[in-house]
C-alpha cells in the first residue's frame, strides 16, 4: 500500500508538471482554450437567458422586477388606474362644481400626472385548466338531467354560474323568495328631495353618472353600484345636507358598498384621490361613520342587481338583450322617479320595455308574471318611464351626462346604446 501511494503521488506530480510545461512552451493555445470554454458558457446561458425571456414574453415590460411572482391581473387595473385622470381632472369644475369642495380653478390630473396605487385583485374570475377540471368532475356525482320545460329559472341561474363558488343551487329558490320579501324594507323616500333645501335632483343626476363613471374605472361589480345608490337615497331620505358635501356623501356610499361587496375593495386614499383631494381622509371615515349610524347598519339588502340575473334568465335573455336590459336598468339610477318603485319592479319594467324593443311575441309572457309577481299592466307605467330616459339619452348621446352612454356604447356591452332598433 504505501508504494502505491507514493506511485499515485508521484504520477500527479509528473502529470501537473507536464501540464505546466505545455503552458509555458505554448502559451497561445492555452489561451485559445480557456476562451473556447469562456464561449461555451455564454453560449449556454445566453441560451437560457433566451428561453426564459420567450417563456416570459407575455409578462409587460418593467413588471418583472417590480413583482418577483406575476399577476396578469395588475395589466388591466394599471390601465384602470391610467384611466383615473378623467374622472379625477373632471371634478375640477364643469357639472361637478356645484356638489364637491374643488374649486373651480384647480389643476386638473392631466397637470398632475400622479398615479393611483390600484388594488392588487382582479374582477374577473380565474381560468380554470382543462385537465385540473376534468380530473375533478370524475368525483363530482352525476345528476339526471331534466326536460327543458321542467327546469326552473332559479336552476337555470345557477346552472349558468355554476362555476361562481358563491353560488348555492340548492339555496337558490329561498334566497330569490326572501328577496322578494324584504325589498320593501329598505327603500328611501320617494320624495325625499323635496324636504332637501340646498340640493337638487339635477344635483343628484350629476352625482349618480360620475359614481357610475368611477364604477366603471375600477370594475367593480354591479352589486356595488346599486348598493351605494341605495345607501345615498336612503341617507339623504333621513338627512339634511348641503351641496358642497353631496359628493363626499356619494363617495362614502360607495367606500361602504365596495367593503361590503368585492373581494378587494379599492383603499381609502384611492377614494380621497379620486376627489382631487377635496375631502380628507378623516371626512371620509367621519361620514361614513355617520352613514352606518343613520342607517342603524342596515346594509343587506336586496337591490335592482340582485334580481337583474334571476329574472334575466326567466326571461330567456340572449347577450344583447341582457346588455340592453342592464342599459336602461343603469339609465333609471340617475332619476329620481324610479325611487318610488322596488328594485324588483324596475328591473321587470326594463325587461318588459327590452322585449318591446326586440319585438317578442309577447312582451309579457305569463310565466314572467308569475317569476317577477308583476303583471304587465302593473309594469306599464314604469316601463314608459324608462322608454322615455332611453329615447332622451339616445337623442343626446348622454349630452352632460355621458358614463351611462358611453359605458353601454363599448363593444363588451355590444353598443347597445347606438344600436338600431
Same mark, same amino acid.
Given at each position: 500500500?504505501?508504494?502505491?501511494? &507514493? ?33 461555451? *458558457?455564454?453560449?449556454?446561458?445566453? +441560451? ?24 396578469? *391581473? ?25 356638489? $364637491?369642495? !374643488? $374649486? ?8 398632475? +400626472? ?20 376534468? $380530473?375533478? %368532475? ?7 338531467? #331534466? ?18 363558488? @358563491? ?16 325589498? =320593501?324594507? &329598505? ?55 348641503? %351641496? #358642497?358635501?353631496? @359628493? ?9 358598498? &365596495? ?12 377614494? !380621497? ?10 371626512? !371620509?371615515?367621519? $361620514? ?27 326571461? =330567456?335573455?340572449?347577450? !344583447?338583450? %341582457? ?13 329620481? *322617479?324610479?325611487?318610488?318603485? #322596488? ?27 308569475? %317569476?317577477?309577481?308583476h303583471s304587465e299592466k302593473l309594469l306599464r307605467h314604469c316601463s314608459e318611464e324608462l322608454r322615455q330616459l332611453w329615447r332622451a339619452d339616445r337623442a343626446g348621446a348622454g349630452g352632460q351626462l355621458q358614463a351611462v352612454h358611453r359605458k353601454f356604447s363599448m363593444p363588451q356591452h355590444h353598443s347597445v346604446a347606438t344600436m338600431s332598433f
Amino acid at each position: 500500500m504505501p508504494e502505491l501511494f &507514493a506511485h499515485s503521488s508521484a504520477g500527479a506530480r509528473a502529470l501537473h508538471e507536464n501540464r505546466r510545461n505545455d503552458g509555458q512552451r505554448h502559451p497561445g493555445q492555452r489561451q485559445l482554450g480557456l476562451a473556447a470554454k469562456r464561449g461555451l *458558457r455564454g453560449k449556454q446561458s445566453g +441560451a437560457l437567458s433566451e428561453r426564459y425571456q420567450c417563456e416570459n414574453s407575455h409578462i409587460p415590460s418593467g413588471q418583472l422586477e417590480a413583482n418577483s411572482r406575476y399577476s396578469p *391581473r395588475l395589466n388591466s387595473l394599471a390601465n384602470a388606474s391610467r384611466s383615473f385622470g378623467g374622472i379625477r381632472g373632471g371634478l375640477s369644475g364643469g357639472v361637478m362644481s356645484d356638489i $364637491t369642495n !374643488v $374649486t373651480a380653478g384647480r389643476a386638473s390630473l392631466a397637470d398632475k +400626472a400622479k398615479p393611483i396605487k390600484p388594488s392588487q385583485h382582479s374582477f374577473q374570475p380565474p381560468a380554470t385548466a382543462p385537465a385540473r377540471e376534468s $380530473t375533478t %368532475r370524475e368525483f363530482l356525482p352525476v345528476r339526471p338531467t #331534466k326536460p327543458a320545460e321542467e327546469v326552473s329559472p332559479e336552476e337555470k341561474v345557477a346552472a349558468s354560474v355554476s362555476n361562481d363558488a @358563491q353560488i348555492v343551487q340548492e339555496y337558490a329558490p329561498d334566497i330569490i323568495n326572501q328577496f322578494f320579501a324584504n325589498e =320593501g324594507l &329598505a327603500l328611501p323616500r320617494a320624495g325625499y328631495m323635496d324636504s332637501q333645501t340646498d340640493i337638487t335632483g339635477k344635483m343628484r343626476m350629476i352625482l349618480m353618472d360620475w359614481l357610475i363613471e368611477v364604477h366603471m374605472k375600477y370594475r367593480l361589480c354591479p352589486e356595488t353600484l346599486h348598493l351605494a345608490v341605495n345607501l345615498i337615497d336612503r341617507y339623504l331620505s333621513k338627512k339634511q345636507i348641503t %351641496r #358642497k358635501w353631496l @359628493q363626499l356623501i356619494g363617495v362614502a356610499a360607495m367606500f361602504i358598498a &365596495a367593503k361590503f361587496e368585492e373581494i378587494n375593495p379599492p383603499e381609502l386614499p384611492d377614494w !380621497v384621490y379620486i376627489t382631487d383631494n377635496a375631502y380628507s381622509k378623516d371626512d !371620509v371615515l367621519k $361620514t361614513e361613520c355617520d352613514m352606518l349610524i343613520t342607517l342603524s347598519f342596515k346594509i343587506a339588502v336586496p337591490t335592482a342587481a340582485h334580481f337583474f340575473e334571476y329574472l334575466g334568465v326567466a326571461n =330567456g335573455c340572449d347577450a !344583447v338583450q %341582457r346588455s340592453c336590459a342592464q342599459y336602461i336598468v343603469e339609465l333609471g339610477l340617475l332619476d329620481t *322617479r324610479m325611487l318610488e318603485y #322596488k328594485p324588483s319592479h324596475l328591473v321587470s319594467a326594463a325587461l318588459l320595455l327590452s322585449n318591446e324593443l326586440f319585438m317578442r311575441s309577447s312582451p309579457w309572457p305569463e310565466e314572467m308574471v308569475h %317569476r317577477s309577481h308583476h303583471s304587465e299592466k302593473l309594469l306599464r307605467h314604469c316601463s314608459e318611464e324608462l322608454r322615455q330616459l332611453w329615447r332622451a339619452d339616445r337623442a343626446g348621446a348622454g349630452g352632460q351626462l355621458q358614463a351611462v352612454h358611453r359605458k353601454f356604447s363599448m363593444p363588451q356591452h355590444h353598443s347597445v346604446a347606438t344600436m338600431s332598433f
